[in-house]
């Protein structure tokens, strides 16, 4: 497996990143001064406990959410300052975002759900070429209910990657699915990383995913408190959890 990229533009940088949120009278900290840079076509895992700040940092780096101090910067747009129209065309245009759900339309095909998320990008992917590209090409005409967990999580992943995204966003994308199938989707993220020079972020509680990433960040109580850089990455197809 590739090693991190040499000398690669920062796709992302966060400096100082807080985020409070005020539950009646009472002021929850949720992020405690994260700064952080990921690299151009890196594939970087955040890992920690429920409650540790993953989602928060996931939600602020894909415009879903605004930090309550710091700043965030898209290469050299500071999107913790735009406007809520700006954040929309930043994450229509740039970001890719894989849950641990799927959230697919259960009356649409497979094709279908893609398509759906072409129809807003600024300059999608082939629909079916991307579906190929996931392993789906044979079963783009059925229904997510007659898709097995592992090819509805791959349908998620075409539909995060058809509107040609710089940033692919993956919230616990193997969490709802079992070890073998786990690393299925874990093999096709890093192929999306290498192959198409996508940067990904993906969090997770489960440790055992750290090898495959060029960096690992652990994540508690808010704060980064560990930096692993990986110099010897592990294929998915090795990964024992």
Not at 22 to 48: F, H, N, P, S
Not at 124 to 135: I, R
Request: one cysteine or more; glycine letters at 8%; proline letters at 5%.
């Amino acid at each position: 497996m590739s090693a991190a990229p040499a000398a690669a533009a920062t796709t992302l940088r966060l400096e100082g990143v807080g985020k409070t949120y005020q539950m009646g009278e009472v002021a929850v900290e949720v992020l405690r001064g994260i700064t952080l840079e990921v690299k151009e076509a890196e594939l970087l895992v955040m890992i920690g406990p429920s409650g540790s700040g993953k989602s928060t940092i996931l939600n602020i780096i894909g415009g879903m959410d605004s930090p309550s101090a710091g700043r965030v910067w898209y290469r050299d747009e500071e999107i913790s300052a735009d406007d809520s129209r700006a954040l929309t065309r930043y994450r229509r245009d740039k970001i890719g975002f894989v849950f641990q759900f799927y959230n697919l339309v259960p009356n649409l095909t497979a094709k279908e759900n893609v398509m759906v998320a072409t129809e807003i990008a600024r300059d999608p992917l082939d629909v079916d070429e991307v579906l190929d590209l996931v392993g789906l090409g044979d079963r783009k005409d059925h229904f997510p209910s007659q898709l097995s967990g592992g090819e509805q999580q791959r349908v998620a992943i075409a539909r995060a990657l058809a509107t040609n995204p710089e940033i692919v966003l993956c919230d616990e994308p193997t969490g709802a699915l079992d070890f073998e199938t786990g690393k299925r989707v874990l093999r096709l993220l890093v192929d999306v990383n290498e192959k198409l020079k996508k940067t990904v972020l993906i969090i997770t509680h489960n440790t055992a995913i750290a090898p495959i990433a060029h960096r690992v960040l652990h994540l508690r109580s808010g704060e980064i408190v560990q930096v692993d850089v990986n110099r010897n990455r592990v294929p998915p197809e090795e990964v024992v959890w």
